[in-house]
């Protein structure tokens, strides 16, 4: 048959690769400032938008999603048209995904420091974002799909499933955690509340590490090392039994999130079964991957591209191992919370997403460039800075991990807490956050190393040009029908066809049924003391979330003795009917916020925001002087609470017509407590600027001092015996 | 905990989806040469003369 005659493209590869080198050093800057603010909390200099709270969600954002997301475009765009034969089905829908992109992380990089945020973990970016990535995942979605329609190789290689796989979680994942009712165009409330919340923001999570940090990168895996070094993968036949079996087991994993949580107990058991099991597949992946390499472990000597691959995989296999233990009952009753779960989401990020993105540019760019790498030493320097920068990052922050967590539930013999300050276990850990931050500016070096290497790659280098390429056709089967098949039939001969159009109907079938009942009964309290927040409560609960609080303190406070003891009775399912969204949290910094209402005075909040230090010597809290500072805006109380009781918050219409009323009421009250205080009196009774009870400051105390009152200890009891 | 219906649902969808996908796969007889594929994504490709106009 005759061959046809075609191009790569190239340059769509180039664009994902710029990118890549660009947000990863910024993602990974950001996460280094964010270390030190462990250390010296004020190294923000009271600006409001170099804070912890809102930089780290630009940190997790950067990295994920802009560091890569984008290794993910370039490798998925060079490794499709070559596995497949055929250039990407469309310039525009490549280009469209090029630059899209590149806006949505813009976007998140100016909304998220100026507070703009949803607060779900990996879910911040409001509304009108996230209608954005999922046009723009759509557009990528097409464009791969689209080009396996034209491919000219119809066997479809094992990296392809997993890009397919990637493509069709995360697009549903995504839409289904974004349903937000808007306040206006920068502020959305989830539509879910508390548990609910929790629950489907935990398996869009979870499933986020697993079909974007995941998938995508053991497909890139399939391809990049068989072609690093020369080798066919160890065994296709695993590749493909692991490649099913961890799809199909991935996306039940979820509320191992959640446990000791208010989750009812099967559906947590359910995550753990399928969490222990997962570990077959991702060891599957792992084995495979690194027998790849039988035989040629002397060009792992001498290549640094297999290096970094290597310990890229090595990464894999130990945060697939830690997923599942972590997942177990007994060990989540210890990691959670702590310094653990950032040692095993730092192996997964700057082990195997950082260095199989890294092994993959330095094989890359040479290639498209048409030249060697600048130099080889250099990238062995990256190797060693960057593998010791993960050792002295992980390392210290497992120990720090444990040593706190054991701390927090060290029993006195009187049966009194041991460490009852949660301050001391802090002071306890300072000297891992110094390693830490020690072993993640090796990392970044090693990051500025490449950065020279193969920028000197390209200055040496031809200028990329699409590549030309021929293959013959596929011979089509027949295009249509066959004369008297029925349409079904036809239909079976399509298998992308056929998916899309089940996919689109089982969708819009299961949102249509469920979506309405669900939002009908999730908010029906069953504790009937739980009320409705306040306007200024609800307002203090936005600064809340503007400020990324969530980031440090839980919410949550699980069933244990040590839990109990320190913060109060533990959380129930029905406190948090209210919460659009949820503020659970994933990481204790600070203590647990849940019952901090009424545990001290008004004044005390006031004195802590302005300086946490003065109130608790050896605090790691940073100031908050914009929030005394700036006037809260209270333009919008209204329509906040017409937006809640949309999603079902039972305000009456009374409420809202009363809202400023109350709010102001409320502030004064506030206000007057604060000048009980005679300092505070004298700096703010006659301040210039807004009056003290028309600042921000307020409404967080308000909120602040709400939290977990609801139930009074009566009331519990008669929960607790009605069980 | 009602949305656990519809979290149950979305993941038994795309469950049923891959499932399909697999079923089809092993029917187009995807699976059927273990052999080959490994091996193919390491051929050079078929002719790689740079195109020298910049696009």
Known sequence: MEKEHFNYDNIIVKKFLHATLIWGIVGMTIGLFLAFLFLYPDLNFGISWLSFGRLRPLHTNAVIFAFVGNALFAGVYYSLQRLLKARLYSNFLSNFNFWGWQLIIVAAAITLPLGITTSKEYAELEWPIDIAIALVWVAFGINMIGTIVKRRQRHLYVAIWFYLATFVTVAVLHIFNSFEYPVNLLKSYSVYAGVQDALVQWWYGHNAVAFFLTTPFLGLMYYFIPKASDRPIYSYRLSIVHFWSLIFIYIWAGPHHLLYSALPDWAQNLGVAFSVMLIAPSWGGMINGLLTLRGVWDKVRNEPILKFMVVAITGYGMATLEGPLLSLKNINAIAHFSDWVIAHVHVGALAWNGFLTFGMIYWLVPKLWKTKLHSVSLANTHFWLGTLGIVLYTIPMYISGVTQAFMWKQFNPDGSLVYGNFLETVAQIIPMYWMRAIGGSLYLIGAFVMLYNIYKTMSQGATVTDEEASAAPLLRLKKGRFAGEKYHSWLERKPVQFILITTVVILIGGAVQIIPTLLVKSNVPTISSVKPYTPLELEGRDLYIREGCVSCHSQMIRPFRSEVARYGTFSKGGEYVYDHPFLWGSKRTGPDLLRVGKKYLDSWHFNHFHDPQAISPGSIMPRYPWLIQNELDTSETVAKMRAMVAIGVPYTDEEIDNANHDLLKQSLQIEQNLFEDQQIEAVFKNTQGPPLHKREVIAMIAYLQRLGTDISQTQLETINNSK | ?55
């Open chain 2, 1 to 55: 905990m009602s949305v656990i219906y519809l979290l149950l649902s979305l993941s038994l969808i795309v469950a049923l989806v891959f499932l399909i996908l697999f079923l089809v796969a092993v029917r187009n007889g995807q699976y059927e040469d273990l052999d080959a594929p490994p091996v193919r994504i390491l051929f050079p490709s078929a002719k790689t003369k740079e195109t020298q106009s910049e696009k």
